[in-house]
């Protein structure tokens, strides 16, 4: 495991079939929709978040950056802080040794996010890295051929026996699950 976290790849892609028309910010992925929509309107395009691997509607994306942002509702915790009231559940042992920690139930508790968020920091950055490659494995490549054995090999992290198994598809689709998934771990 690393000790520094590496930054999630940002922007979008967008594909035309299988093949890659378009990767950056929204805007300029955006534009060259247009673009492949006016030379081939029959032609679907397919636009995915780099961060999430998530499908995304471009047109939803532009409708949302563009509307100007209403007044919030009221909400409970300390909203300029960021801080938001959500209900946990506990066992009452747990309730009890909340209790006599020093600060109280939330201060335990948000130390206790924060040490487990830092501990696990490297996990959950690979666990969401698969997951994202997974979402986009699924749309471009769900019915080619080795799908279920790639899959198989990408949540076991056997890079190695991924990258030989996807070496059949389009090299786009398989240059974007590389993208998702970040450098190699060292051993």
């Known amino acids: 495991m690393t000790d520094h976290a590496t930054e999630f790849p940002s922007g979008l892609v967008l594909f035309q079939g299988a093949r890659k028309i378009a990767q950056g910010p929204l805007d300029e992925v955006q534009g060259k929709a247009l673009e492949a929509r006016s030379a081939a309107p029959e032609a679907p395009l397919l636009a995915f978040d780099l961060a999430t691997g998530r499908l995304t509607d471009l047109e939803g994306r532009v ?32 309730w009890d040794w909340l209790a006599q920690q020093p600060g109280g139930a939330s201060v335990t508790l948000r130390k206790l996010v924060e040490q487990a968020r830092k501990t696990h920091a490297g996990a959950d950055e690979q666990r969401a890295r698969r997951e994202g490659a997974y979402r986009f494995m699924s749309a471009m490549a769900g ?34 699950v590389e993208t998702l998934l970040g450098p190699e771990e060292e051993a």
Do not use: N, Q
Request: hydrophobic share 45%; charged share 25%.
């Open 143 to 176: 019915d080619a051929a080795g799908f279920e054995e790639a899959s198989r090999a990408l949540f076991a992290g056997d890079r190695g026996r991924l990258s030989g198994l996807m070496a059949p598809w389009p090299a786009d689709i398989v240059a974007t």
């Open 63 to 94: 409708e949302a950056v563009a509307a100007a942002p209403g007044p919030e509702p009221a909400r409970r915790g300390r909203p300029r802080l960021g801080v938001v009231a959500r209900e946990v559940t506990l066992l009452p042992r747990h």
